[in-house]
């Protein structure tokens, strides 16, 4: 049998309906990024026969709601097999910490991968309904071999988030990075190694 592997993707939450209409107003597009491909859409290819990846997508990305990105991401949940590898990346890796952090998990997890996540709180930085409050506990208990992967230059969701998972996570293995920004590049071998040394004897 495959090792599963389900990908979050992120996405963009706003506070308000005009805050929304304001970012599809200013964001920039063009055909490059329309066509381009990334590591989640190339991790099955990269780890090849042994892994079986999945990457659902989650409702409106563009204006993500917590509630319904929860209701979508439970129906998935039977489908999945014991030893589940979950992995989240930016608001991805949000909705991953919250939602383990306060909901029992039904399958057992082998590892939770969280990418450029970011960490918020309602007085500091407001990120909509996917705030994160102070206890991760649960997490850490259902979550099994935690990693975190940041670069220093993300500017997307900045470094200093790291640190407020590294103090409620302590035994959690951190990857740190110099210049690979927010990982929208099509590989990363660095996860893909992760992955594999899992499976490993």
Known sequence: MKQQ??????????????????????????????????????????LGQRFQVYNPQMPNKQNAKYLEWKIYFEKFIPLMSDQIILIGHSLGGIFLAKYLSEKKFPKKILATF????????PTKHPLADFNLLNDLSKLAIQGGQIYFYHSEDDRVVPFSNLKHY??????AMIRTFKKRGHFNESNFPELTKDLKNLLKP
């Open 114 to 121: 969280l990418i450029a996540a970011p960490f918020n709180t």
């Open 166 to 171: 590294k103090k409620l996570l302590p035994s």
């Open 5 to 46: 592997i389900f990908v979050i993707h992120g996405g963009n939450a706003s506070n308000s309906y005009a805050e929304y209409l304001k970012y599809l107003k200013t964001k920039k597009v063009d055909l490059k990024w329309l066509a381009a491909k990334d590591w989640k859409t190339e991790l099955g290819k990269n």
